[in-house]
């Protein structure tokens, strides 16, 4: 293997490791705000209910303890763990590239000192 093959195979490692990590950004964005839209519309279902939940805290309260609520945060929850994932494989292929690159820079100098 050549140090261009290498060197294509290492960036072909870090674009689609980048790839995943904006797909589960992304994911992990639209969790987020999707967050918000859930809660306003299951307290807006529980405004509408009647008179018992008048104040905002009591239709937040409620909200809050919906199960699509729990499920949603249960989601987001993956999500995060998934982008964290994707970030550190990220940072650690980046390392090796580092590492690699300095690694041909060193040889390319002891190279031209020796030849």
Known sequence: MTDNDALETKM???REIGEKHAE???????LEHGRKVLLST???EVMLLGS???TIAA???EARA????SDHIK???IAIEEEVKWSWEKK???MNFESWKTKMINQTVERKKYA
């Open 52 to 54: 018992e939940y008048k």
């Open 75 to 77: 989601a987001l929850a």
């Open 92 to 94: 650690i292929v980046d």
């Open 24 to 30: 589960a950004r992304g994911n992990v964005s639209l």
């Open 12 to 14: 072909h490692k870090l």
């Open 66 to 69: 919906d199960k699509r609520y």
């Open 42 to 44: 299951i307290m807006k």
């Open 59 to 61: 239709q937040e309260r």
